[in-house]
């Protein structure tokens, strides 16, 4: 079993800037995937960045150039680091840890943009 602690989510206007942190119970060093999610009110829930084996980065076009995904592997813990952040960014934030243990998820930080 793999437990997945998310912090940093919180208010920020418009054009500013948040970084969430997910910090696993267990190593990277069996991953899939490994990657942050979000889900805004009455929408599905959709891929953000995601880290998978070889350590290839895959990103959100809504995203890309914004948004980097980032994990410190000897803290056993994934980054993301959002800039110029948009309102249509709001939702609930999920990391995800998919690896021989089974598939984990984080319980959702908030992120609010608004002015």
């Known amino acids: 079993q793999v437990q997945l602690v998310e912090s940093g989510g919180g208010l920020v206007q418009p054009g500013g800037s948040l970084r969430l942190s997910c910090t696993a119970s267990?190593?990277?060093?069996?991953?899939?995937?490994m990657g942050w999610y979000r889900q805004a009110p009455g929408k599905e829930r959709e891929r953000v960045a995601t880290i998978i084996r070889g350590g290839i980065t895959n990103y959100a076009d809504s995203v890309k150039g914004r948004f980097t995904i980032s994990r410190d592997n000897a803290k056993n813990t994934m980054y993301l680091q959002m800039n110029s952040l948009k309102p249509e960014d709001a939702a609930l934030y999920y990391c995800?840890?998919?690896?021989?243990?089974?598939?984990?998820w984080g319980q959702g930080p908030q992120v609010t943009v608004s002015s």
């Open positions: 267990r190593s990277f060093s069996s991953i899939n995937v």
């Open positions: 995800r840890h998919n690896s021989v243990y089974g598939d984990y």
